[in-house]
């Protein structure tokens, strides 16, 4: 299976060879007696060591109202959001290679979390996600538009998506993926009865960090990308080789993102703490091309998410 890098990975043998060294499996005594945990609180402790568990940046996409659809469409929606995010893939690993190097096809099918009407996927860096999320909602239009399978768009009707994009500790067991990241993602989702896209605190963070603010993306060039701390160790030559669809060598407005807004809308309760949410809204001019028939192209403008902010 191909698996994020630098992932935690935590063992179900292991733990349990813990437990049976520090611990008994089953006791049935004839006076309850609540025993004294701290020597295997602390084995534990070392042992998952969750300090040392890496971030990554989580990005959920959700049809928005599907439970609206008839039951016939919904059958076919799953079918629908399969051939979105497959054309997004390609998309990614063709336009975007220098962003895109460590991954390929098999990472996007292996570690899709599917939830039925959309689901999660992991990435490196909050760009990653946003990235993937402009080439999924460019597909969508593509969609809506009656460009991608025409006579299933006049079945199924149009479809609207909600985007999340969280940034924290992910770990795996047992083949699936936890931790703070996915769970933040999801309530985020959950939360917001808009078809926006959201980030939290620590994805706003990362990019008034990293490129001063989400308002620097319609203006900063693929060569600034490449000096990104979490980019050192890209392979810089495909800048040479490859263009960006999104972000250019010169800085232009009238080509890939031309509008970025991010405003505050509110703050949501998860577990013991509490989550800022940003609305992101983004405006993107993009080329696009007929596979079949290259001869056949089409210019763009779409938005991911949208400017209401009422409420979270």
């Known amino acids: 299976m191909a698996i994020p890098k630098n992932l935690k990975t935590l063992s ?6 813990i437990l049976e060294e520090h611990d008994q499996r089953v006791v049935f005594e004839k006076t309850n007696i609540i025993p004294d945990s701290q020597e295997l609180y602390e084995v534990l ?16 996409i959700d049809i928005f109202k599907y439970s609206s659809y008839g039951v016939f469409e919904q059958t076919l929606i799953p079918f629908l959001f399969k051939t979105l995010f497959k054309n997004a893939t390609r998309l990614c690993l063709t336009n975007h290679r220098f962003i895109f190097q460590h991954y390929d096809e098999e990472y996007f099918q292996k570690n899709f979390i599917s939830t039925g009407d959309g689901g ?12 993937f999320a402009i080439n999924f909602a460019v597909m969508l239009r593509v969609y809506n538009a009656y460009h991608l399978y025409p006579r299933l768009r006049r079945i199924i009707g149009g479809v609207s998506m909600r985007y999340a994009i969280t940034l924290d500790k992910i770990y795996m067991f047992e083949n699936n993926f936890y931790g703070r990241g996915i769970i ?3 309530r985020m989702l959950s939360k917001d009865d808009l078809n926006r896209c959201l ?14 603010g989400v308002e620097n993306l319609q203006v900063i060039t693929i060569d600034e990308i490449a000096n990104i701390f979490d980019f050192r160790s890209y392979d810089k030559s495909i800048l040479d080789s490859h263009t960006d669809e999104i972000f250019q060598h010169d800085v232009t407005r009238r080509y890939g993102i031309i509008n970025a807004d991010i405003l505050k809308i509110g703050k949501i309760s998860s577990k013991e703490t509490e989550l800022s949410i940003y609305n992101l809204h983004l405006q993107v ?28």
Request: proline share 3%; hydrophobic share 35%.
């Open 12 to 17: 179900y043998d292991e733990l349990r060879k």
């Open 45 to 60: 402790r070392k042992h998952i060591s969750y300090n040392d568990i890496g971030r990554k940046s989580v990005l959920g």
């Open 120 to 131: 999660y996927i992991m990435f490196d860096t909050p760009l990653h996600s946003l990235v």
């Open 184 to 186: 933040n993602c999801a």
């Open 199 to 212: 980030i939290d605190e620590n994805v706003h963070s990362w990019f008034t960090i990293n490129m001063e």
């Open 285 to 312: 001019t993009l080329n696009l091309f007929n596979d079949d028939d290259p001869g056949q192209k089409k210019t763009i403008t779409f938005s991911l998410g949208n400017l209401n902010t009422s409420g979270i």
